[in-house]
């Protein structure tokens, strides 16, 4: 009989980044795994550290790191670990930031869920859109390339304009939009050729779709709509979503061609954030996915919409504590809308326009203080302007959307910038 059998309380291994600006106070695992059952392990930063005080006590261990993509680091305290505790039955990672590192452990220390064979079809978007096409779902054509010809000759067969994506990463970051063959080999100039891949450049509208999966069944699914999208937001843009409600048609297409797109990654327990874009307004084109919830404003909107918390219950079904949730109202109407820090920082806010007296849809609104400084790096989250919205339609919100855009007004001072 092996040491798995005997044990009667579970090893639980928590990888914890969040906190402060970034979804902190969020989550609390207190709430979803009894402490005192089982030997839950912590590996936190700093801002992970703050986010657990008020229950660190209850931890059976706190193992804190300077940088959690310290993966040698984690290997080891991961190592010592097992060796007090004994094989580790569940490792929670809830961050798109951790996913390589967590299945890096569970594939070396024969922890189950995502592996490192598995988690490159949620991370790597060369591997997750092969994946769809070997099952006869549409994605954007794409290359993956290891020299310029490749991708000039790429780029004369789909035409302009193209896309460029790191094939790992997240919110945006590194992708480039290029218009003309003389833009496209100034950027691969500045790349790592390796690093990249390139995507013919599909025109629509964008959605997003965010939910929770277990045992293969879609539990709560949430389909939105962008105002704007990711890219425009890295570019100094507002960005907004809001919820379908009006054509049930489509959100219903969206949603069964979501389910076809989870089956065929084998992404059949906890989270999920995927983005398609309704080409032409006809056809439905997978554009990303990860395997975990949204972020920016997603799980606090969608906490206040339908009451269903996307960290929590995923860990639940990673646990196999899940014991269901209500079903959708898809008659509920709302939506958000983020925007991004001046592009002239680093700055000291003057002055920013409150709009929520102005505009009666907006229930949440977030904005800096006076005296802030604004420096480029606040993500989703530190940024110029942060707003939920209600209303009695999709057009009402829509609507409230464009012209909070039209009304916000930050004023700033420029700052030198240090150099160091």
């Known amino acids: 009989m092996g040491v798995r059998e005997l044990k009667d309380r579970q090893v639980i291994v928590v990888i914890h980044r969040f906190g402060g600006l970034i979804f902190g106070n969020y989550m609390n695992y207190n709430t979803v795994i009894d402490h005192s059952q089982n030997d839950v392990i912590y590996f936190v930063n700093e801002n992970g550290y703050k986010d657990i005080a008020a229950y660190k006590e209850q931890a059976a261990k706190i193992v804190r790191f300077e940088r959690l993509e310290q993966q040698d680091e984690l290997d080891q305290a991961m190592f010592e670990v097992v060796s007090t505790y004994g094989p580790i039955d569940h490792l929670i990672s809830l961050s798109e930031f951790d996913m390589d590192v967590a299945a890096f452990l569970r594939t070396k220390y024969a922890i189950p869920g995502v592996d490192e064979q598995q988690v490159q079809l949620y991370r790597n978007k060369v591997e997750m859109k092969k994946r769809l096409k070997e099952h006869s779902i549409r994605t954007p054509y794409f290359i993956d390339f290891t020299t310029s010809d490749e991708v000039l000759a790429f780029a004369k067969k789909v035409n302009y304009p193209l896309i460029l994506k790191p094939k790992v990463s997240a919110a945006s970051i590194g992708v480039k939009l290029v218009h003309t063959d003389a833009e496209l080999e100034e950027f691969l100039t500045t790349i790592s050729l ?34 704007g999208s990711c890219l425009d937001f890295s570019k100094g843009k507002p960005c907004g979503s809001i919820l379908i409600t009006k054509d049930k048609n489509l959100r219903q ?19 999920f954030h995927m983005e398609l874009i309704h080409k032409q307004e006809k056809e439905l084109v997978f554009l990303e996915i990860g395997a975990r919830f949204g972020g920016a404003e ?5 906490l206040d919409r339908f009451g269903i918390h996307l960290g929590e219950e995923t860990v639940k079904i990673l646990l196999g504590t899940f014991t269901g949730v209500p079903e959708a109202d898809l008659n509920i109407h709302g939506g958000f809308l983020q925007i991004p820090e001046p592009q002239n920082t680093p700055l000291e806010v003057i002055h920013v326009t409150s709009l929520k007296e102005q505009i009666p849809e907006i229930f949440s609104e977030v904005i800096p203080n006076a005296g802030d400084i604004m420096d480029g790096s606040g993500s989703y ?29 930050l004023e700033g001072k420029p700052l030198e910038k240090i150099k160091i």
């Open 194 to 227: 390796a690093d990249y891949e390139a995507e013919e450049f599909v025109e629509g509208t964008i959605f997003h779709i965010d939910g929770i999966v277990n045992k293969g069944k879609i539990e709560f699914i949430s389909v939105s709509r962008y105002v």
């Open 253 to 271: 297409r969206i949603v069964d061609f979501t389910g076809r797109s989870l089956k065929a990654l084998e992404l059949s327990e906890g989270s």
């Open 298 to 302: 997603i799980p606090f909107f969608l």
């Open 381 to 409: 989250y530190h940024i110029s302007g942060r707003f939920m919205f209600d209303g009695q339609s999709e057009d009402q919100v829509e609507q409230a959307i464009l012209k909070s855009i039209q009304l916000f007004h």
